[in-house]
């Protein structure tokens, strides 16, 4: 396995910034082409190498060369769905900004975030924490994608974490031996265990399409295309407004379809999480999208908007795009709220209207996106 000489590593417990109370809230982690090794309550320690700051400027748009934190949150909701035995809940820390704030981190509904016995698809990678996290947890299979272009394959980032806290760690003999003796960027893109233990496929994936590609070969469509998804998992990915009616074609395209069952916990949903550092705004705009739902008043005539706002959404006349007419509103939120770097969660708000860059950095927004 090839490393960097001289890597770089950050500690990260479980309930990462649990114990910092200051304004200056990371929303990400680890430096390009170091480590960081993420405490789990149930699997003890991971050793994720953060892919390295690309060469390419396609590769740098990505932003995968880091390990983002709502990530972190995602992990923790799987890890602690996916087992029956009481995980520790944390104490709150420092000061709540309002009643509506002081509720605990509380459960993660296992109807959604249980992906024991599940497919998972996990969109936007980068460190694949989240993946590893749902197959160490019991599930079914994952298939693990980002940007053909993106570092966290170029490199073999994925793969070489997969490797060392999936495959090592649950002694998969036949498996571990075959990838001793290739590259990580090997045209292979499955790991298959022993019969009975789940498989992990990584691919390159671009949003928006329905086909998958070898993560070795730039355009190279893999032979075979995984579908009919239970859960897949979208932990920052919202930052691009253009990409918008793509992430929620990838949702519609690959989420198994099965017939309306309220109560059952087989249930397909997607599971996005997404912080509110590049804005609130940008973040509303993908569940309006999404649900249609969540919509802004009227907007004031574009004179009296600043630039800075209309560069963000970088809209155009949505109303006319027949791509967005296409899939908008065809997803419903089942459960949306928001969750802050101690654990506290408040309710979800489009827009909050006094609220800074500062204080928007401290949330992400946790969802759970169901067909209609």
Request: hydrophobic share 35%.
């Amino acid at each position: 396995m090839s490393l960097p000489s001289d890597p770089q590593y950050e500690h990260i417990p479980t309930s990462t910034l649990s114990s910092l109370v200051t304004n200056d809230v990371r929303t990400s982690h680890g430096v390009p082409g170091g480590h960081v090794t993420y405490h789990s309550q149930r699997f003890g320690k991971i050793d994720l190498r953060v892919p390295p700051h690309p060469d390419i400027e396609e590769g740098r748009k990505l932003f995968a060369h880091y390990l983002w934190h709502a990530a972190v949150i995602a992990a923790e909701g799987l890890e602690r769905a996916s087992s029956d035995a009481e995980i520790g809940e944390r104490a709150p820390q420092g000061q709540s900004d309002g009643d509506e704030e002081r509720k605990m981190t509380g459960n993660w509904p296992k109807r959604y975030w249980d992906v024991r016995g599940k497919k998972v698809l996990e969109l936007g990678a980068g460190t694949a924490l989240p993946s590893i996290i749902a197959v160490l947890s019991g599930s079914l299979s994952a298939t693990i994608t980002d940007h053909p272009s993106s570092p966290a394959l170029t490199t073999g980032a994925i793969e070489q974490n997969v490797q060392r806290n999936v495959v090592e760690r649950l002694k998969w003999p036949e498996a571990a031996g075959a990838r001793a003796s290739t590259s990580p960027l090997c045209s292979s893109t499955t790991l298959m265990p022993n019969r009975g233990s789940p498989a992990v496929d990584i691919f390159g994936y671009t949003w928006g399409m329905a086909k998958m590609y070898l993560p070795s070969h730039y355009g190279k469509s893999a032979e075979r295309q995984p579908k009919d998804f239970d859960r897949i998992i979208i932990a920052d990915c919202l930052w691009m407004p253009a990409q918008h009616v793509n992430l929620v074609k990838t949702i519609l395209h690959y989420l198994c379809q099965e017939p309306s069952q309220p109560v059952s916990p087989a249930e397909s949903c997607a599971l996005v999480v997404a912080g509110f550092h590049t804005g609130r705004e940008i973040v509303r705009h993908f569940f309006e999208v999404a649900t249609g739902e969540f919509n802004l008043p009227p907007r004031p005539p574009s004179t009296e908007l600043g630039e800075d706002h209309k560069d963000k959404l970088g809209k155009k006349d949505e109303d006319g795009d027949p791509d967005r007419q296409e899939v908008q509103g065809r997803l419903r939120a089942a459960e949306i709220f928001e969750i802050d770097a101690n654990g506290l969660r408040r309710p979800w708000e489009p827009v909050r209207p006094k609220e800074d860059n500062d204080q928007a950095k401290r949330w992400c927004v946790v969802a759970v996106l169901e067909r209609r």
